[in-house]
């Protein structure tokens, strides 16, 4: 009575009925209630940082099929980057202004236009500016 479906593609809006089947008489029963499910957008993989100047660090990630836009997260503590870049259409990104010295960690969200959905973070990266 539960099956997975498989092969998806990201953001897309699929419609489902059911049909039961005997295999003794070859009969089919009528469809079952109609119900859909939008698949959701997986999160960036693959996030690198590398200090790129003074107060400057480039990330670089693996992009999402049905991304429109990519969003930048940092912060100076593990676990709560709170500041958001700027909406970038690219698999890279510079982030300036920060403060040598001080190590920064980052994530990046992946996020669709047409659907309005945000990716969960990807993994987290930690860079030290000069």
Do not use: R
């Amino acid at each position: 009575t539960a099956t997975t479906i498989t092969g998806l593609s990201n953001v897309t809006t699929y419609y489902f009925v059911v049909k039961a089947y005997s295999h003794v008489s070859g009969v089919t029963s009528a469809a079952s209630n109609e119900v859909s499910a939008t698949t959701g957008l997986p999160a960036p993989t693959g996030l690198q940082a590398t200090v790129n100047g003074t107060g400057q660090v480039t990330l670089n990630w693996t992009g999402v099929g049905g991304a429109s836009d990519y969003y930048v997260f940092f912060g100076t503590t593990s676990g709560n980057e709170t500041s958001k870049s700027a909406a970038v259409t690219s698999t890279s990104s510079t982030i300036t202004g920060l403060s040598s010295g001080t190590t920064y960690y980052f994530v990046v969200k992946a996020y669709s236009h047409s659907s309005g959905l945000t990716s969960a973070a990807s993994n987290e990266v930690s860079a030290t500016p000069n």
